[in-house]
């Protein structure tokens, strides 16, 4: 009989202790992994990097920037997108990654457009990331042949020199018949006005 009670309380002190260890174990879990720790992500689009690393200090979380690019509707320095996003739960302590707009206008380089056609030349700058482009033609010997590219000032913008890429370029074109270039418009002059004086003349005879 007394056997069976030392087994007993042997067995009942062998649970205590597993259940005990247990609890420890998930406590120390607790504390290592900071359980309901977590803090609620700001939505921070839009805010330049300081307002952005002063909101999230106030969360305990890091400010890390890791991309930037060029957006014309948004002001530079401003974030664009961020990770987590608004409203997700992470840790205390750990870093919000951000793409900002960058500060500065991409710049793209100015490729060869001599002695190719028109057609060519546009391709050539727009495939480059230029955007705005707009043709000059100028008296030359050739038809639709490429000549230079300028600014909107008119200074020449040489191979290989760094522009804003959505810059005003000049596409310099050469024409043989240049004259006729600025007078389509005016040669439909004539006919416009010989088709109101056919109608005033109709008009007469049928009052006659």
């Known amino acids: 009989m007394k056997s069976l009670t030392k087994f007993v309380i042997n067995i009942g002190l062998m649970i205590l202790l597993a259940i ?3 609890w420890v174990i998930m406590a120390l879990l607790k504390v290592y992994t900071n359980h309901n720790d977590a803090v609620v992500v700001p ?26 690019v060029y957006s014309s509707t948004h002001p530079r320095g401003v974030i664009l997108e961020f990770t987590p996003g608004g409203g997700a739960k992470i840790k205390r302590h750990r870093s919000v990654y951000a ?3 960058t500060f500065q206008i991409a710049q ?3 490729p060869k457009i001599s002695e190719v056609s ?3 030349a546009e391709a050539l700058l727009r495939s480059s990331g230029f955007t705005n482009i707009s043709i000059a033609y100028v008296s030359g010997p050739y038809n639709d042949l490429a000549l230079r590219v300028t ?5 020449e913008l040489k191979e290989g020199t760094l522009v804003a ?16 270039l ?22 007469d005879e049928d009052f006659l």
């Open 151 to 155: 600014d909107a000032s008119g200074r």
């Open 20 to 22: 005990a260890g247990i």
């Open 165 to 180: 890429y959505n810059s005003k370029l000049i596409l310099e074109v050469s024409s043989n018949n240049i004259n006729s």
């Open 43 to 68: 939505d921070i689009k839009g805010m330049t990097i300081e307002e952005a690393q002063t909101l999230l200090a106030s969360q305990d979380l890091i400010l890390n920037v890791t991309d930037s």
């Open 99 to 101: 793409t900002i707009n």
């Open 182 to 203: 600025y007078n389509e418009d005016a040669m439909l002059a004539p006919e416009d006005s010989l088709g109101t004086g056919e109608d005033e003349a109709q008009i």
């Open 118 to 120: 028109m057609r060519q």
């Open 108 to 110: 793209k380089r100015i």
